[in-house]
């Protein structure tokens, strides 16, 4: 998506790092704060921390500075699933860096980044940035591939149910590395150029849910463990929890939080602060 976006775009760095930060701090510091008095209540009420262990001072300033999976923890800390987002941000480093060779070879040269990354983090083990770096960059590549090859829809879409089939074959064999790198890649990959074929009415009910469901989809992905925390907060030691968790209303309830604190925050904090952040930023380009 972003390099979608940014496809030879006329933007700055100044832009490029405002919208960024407007579009991912905001609610990682609410979901942070909301975290660590949960975590708070947790210690008090139940005597420890709940799921991830390290909620100390160090961890806190780590994740304060979005920097919680740089190598420098010894472990996920408060709201643990935005190690993800820490580690995407080196990646969006390099992606502006290089963006003007990128545009100039957009097919080879990501997937040339993308394949070093990938014999690196053979060579020297596991690592969640290498990880990052590899499956962004195959995701560049995925756009260009789309930007080539959408003017030839029956070309496309060849090469989408050969790439699902090679992700399936990869997963049937389950060979180490092979799922990863290449089943999941081939599977979602070919997946997204054949759902790019489809055209969906803007003004139909598809099109809403899937706007909606993009709107939403960082709420959703930072709400579900603050979300979890609280229900283990107000029900645990009352009820038994892994017994309302294999009920499928409790399912249905937690996922219905989760899509309601993802609507809120999108509508009262992550839009409109991410427009008064960019509106700060091009009045300071301005002036």
């Not at 949960?38 to 300033?61: K, M, P």
């Not at 959703?220 to 609280?230: E, G, K, N, S, T």
Request: hydrophobic share 55%.
């Amino acid at each position: 998506m972003l390099a979608h976006v940014y496809y030879r775009r006329a933007a700055t760095t100044r832009e490029f790092v405002i919208n960024r930060f407007a579009r991912l701090y905001p609610l990682h510091l609410l979901t942070l704060m909301v975290v660590a008095g949960l975590q708070a209540v947790a210690l008090g009420r139940l005597g420890s921390w709940q799921i991830y262990q390290n909620n100390d001072a160090w961890h806190f300033v780590l994740n304060l500075l979005f920097v919680s999976d740089w190598g420098l923890a010894s472990g996920y800390s408060f709201n643990g699933p935005i190690w993800s987002v820490s580690v995407e941000l080196l990646a969006y480093a390099m992606f502006w860096a290089f963006r003007k060779p990128l545009w100039r070879y957009p097919g080879v040269l990501p997937l040339a980044v993308s394949a070093c990354a990938l014999a690196v983090l053979a060579a020297m083990g596991d690592s969640n940035i290498l990880r990052c770096v590899f499956y962004f960059f195959a995701g560049t590549t995925l756009a260009a591939i789309w930007r080539a090859l959408a003017p030839q829809p029956r070309m496309l879409l060849t090469l989408a149910g050969a790439m699902i089939a090679i992700g399936i074959a990869a997963l049937v064999i389950a060979a180490p590395g092979l799922t990863q790198f290449v089943g999941l890649p081939g599977l979602f990959g070919g997946a997204i150029l054949a759902l790019s074929l489809t055209d969906l009415p803007e003004d139909g009910w598809p099109h809403t849910i899937a706007a909606r469901l993009g709107d939403w989809s960082y709420g959703i992905y930072l709400w579900h463990f603050p979300v979890q925390l609280a229900l283990i907060v107000v029900l645990v030691p009352k009820f038994d929890l892994s017994a309302l968790a294999s009920k499928g209303w409790f399912l249905g309830l937690y996922l219905s939080l989760v899509l309601l604190a993802a609507h809120f925050s999108f509508r009262h904090l992550e839009h409109p602060w991410r427009a008064r952040l960019r509106n700060w930023g091009e009045a300071k380009s301005k002036g």
